[in-house]
């Protein structure tokens, strides 16, 4: 199993403001994600980030919006750049561990 | 990429009934994982059940790979156990492919 810590676990912020979300696995892990959850809606995964490589995005996403930083095998942030209202949202780090995925507690933002 | 869909999307049950969730997911897969979101939004892992059958207290799931689906059971239920209740699937290196949930709501 893993245990991942995230934070902020909540926070509320300014239009047109920038949040930097930070993840930290108790292990090593080759690759980490990033999730969106939009109210009322399901999970979409928004980029998978490699230690020592550029991250990959998935369709609908771009780093310009969404850069993601992997420093090393245990740590990951993704910044919301330029923030509007239609980027509030819960957003969740994961990783998978022996084919098993497990995911930190989330960070719930409201853009105001 | 894999498509993941639940049924029913809404439950609705009074305190002490079974119920019985699907997924079905439309290629084979290496990972399928029940999870229950709380209302802080934190995803609890319930099973990792790529095949088999597993047991967890009053909970148990069944997938059968080969006919592409998973059931989640869930038996004398709660009003603790009333939340979002998500399958996901996993074919390769990008990431959980969720379903989009089934409410389930349990009335004393």
């Known amino acids: 199993s893993a245990v991942i810590s995230q934070k902020p676990s909540r926070d509320i912020c300014q239009r047109g403001t920038s949040l930097t979300i930070q993840c930290q696995v108790d292990s090593q892990v080759t690759m980490m994600f990033w999730y969106r959850q939009q109210p009322g809606q399901s999970l979409t995964l928004i980029a998978t980030?490699?230690?020592?490589?550029?991250?990959?995005?998935e369709s609908g996403f771009v780093i310009d919006k969404f850069p993601i930083s992997r420093p090393n095998l245990t740590f990951s942030t993704l910044t919301v750049s330029n923030m509007s209202p239609e980027d509030s949202s819960i957003y969740l780090c994961s990783v998978l561990t022996g084919g098993e995925a497990f995911f930190g507690q989330g960070t719930r933002l409201t853009v105001v | 990429g894999i498509q993941v869909e639940q049924s029913p999307p809404d439950l609705i049950l009074q305190e002490g009934a079974n119920s019985t969730l699907r997924c079905n997911f439309s290629d084979s897969v290496n990972n399928l994982q029940w999870f229950h979101q709380n209302p802080w939004g934190q995803l609890i892992n319930l099973f990792y059940?790529?095949?088999g059958t597993k047991q967890n207290g009053r909970l148990s799931a069944t997938t059968v790979a080969t006919e592409r689906y998973s059931l989640l059971y869930i038996s004398s239920s709660q009003t603790t156990d009333s939340g979002v209740y998500f399958c996901?699937?996993?074919?390769?290196?990008?990431?959980?492919?969720f379903g989009k949930g089934t409410h389930l709501i349990i009335q004393p």
């Open positions: 059940i790529p095949s």
């Open positions: 980030a490699n230690q020592g490589s550029e991250a990959t995005y």
């Open positions: 996901a699937a996993w074919g390769g290196a990008d990431g959980l492919t």
